[in-house]
């Protein structure tokens, strides 16, 4: 398998802009996971989906940001509009469900959003 | 509300000398617990985990964690610390047996600096 793929790597956009950022599970993984990791807040888990059902999305910092999982195998992350402050690096990580959580999450490469 | 605590924002040590990278965690219900690396501009890389049973687990590259059910910790550790060891490392944790079982929680992270 190919890992988590994440697209794009790099993302600069102008604020006000929509952004919109895109995960590819591990095949067979039930979990999928959004993170966000800044200098000064760490890593942050923003929303988490099993078998593609959002589960918590208390991370979410706010209303312009929404996650959808369509399908087991694709997840979009979308800022509408986009802020400075936004200005991370995102990750998407998805590990297998054995039903008592004990598995491990593998990451992907990670989006780096500049809001300019 | 689970949570994660790395105490130290940076840890130093020689080549050659035992290293210990602390964190402790809290949780309601039993603790599922993860060490993660990163290396600059890449996405976090599994390194060990603690299920059940044995509270000495080892893992990749030669490091281990030992589990401590009364301090609440699972602090990382590796005998002799080599330059390439150089990296972030987070601590996770997952609860087993709650309503959020598949949340997966990150510490703030520690800086792992290894001098020649």
């Known amino acids: 398998d190919a890992g988590v793929i994440q697209s794009p790597r790099h993302e600069v956009t102008e604020m006000g802009q929509e952004v919109t950022l895109r995960c590819k599970p591990i095949?067979?993984?039930?979990?999928l996971f959004w993170y966000r990791q800044t200098m000064m807040r760490g890593l942050e888990l923003l929303i988490y989906f099993n078998n593609n059902v959002p589960i918590d999305d208390s991370g979410m910092p706010e209303d312009r940001f929404s996650a959808k999982m369509p399908n087991a195998s694709f997840s979009t992350l979308k800022i509408q509009p986009s802020e400075p402050r936004d200005s991370a690096v995102y990750f998407c990580?998805?590990?297998?469900?054995?039903?008592?959580?004990?598995?491990?999450?593998?990451f992907g490469q990670g989006t780096r959003l500049t809001v300019v | 509300a689970q949570s994660v605590a790395q105490p130290e924002d940076q840890v130093n040590v020689a080549e050659g000398n035992p290293l210990t990278v602390k964190c402790t965690y809290s949780?309601?219900?039993?603790?599922?617990l993860f060490w993660y690396v990163q290396y600059p501009n890449r996405g976090l890389q599994f390194l060990l985990k603690y299920i059940t049973g044995d509270n000495l687990v080892k893992g990749s590259y030669g490091f281990e964690a030992e589990f401590n059910k009364s301090q609440t910790s699972f602090h990382l550790k590796k005998p002799s610390a080599l330059v390439s060891d150089s990296a972030l490392y987070f601590c996770a944790v997952r609860a087993h047996g709650s309503s959020n079982t598949g949340k997966l929680i990150f510490g703030q992270g520690t800086t792992l600096q290894v001098k020649p």
């Open positions: 990580a998805s590990s297998e469900d054995r039903g008592v959580g004990n598995t491990e999450a593998f």
């Open positions: 095949s067979g993984h039930d979990y």
């Open positions: 949780v309601s219900g039993n603790p599922y």
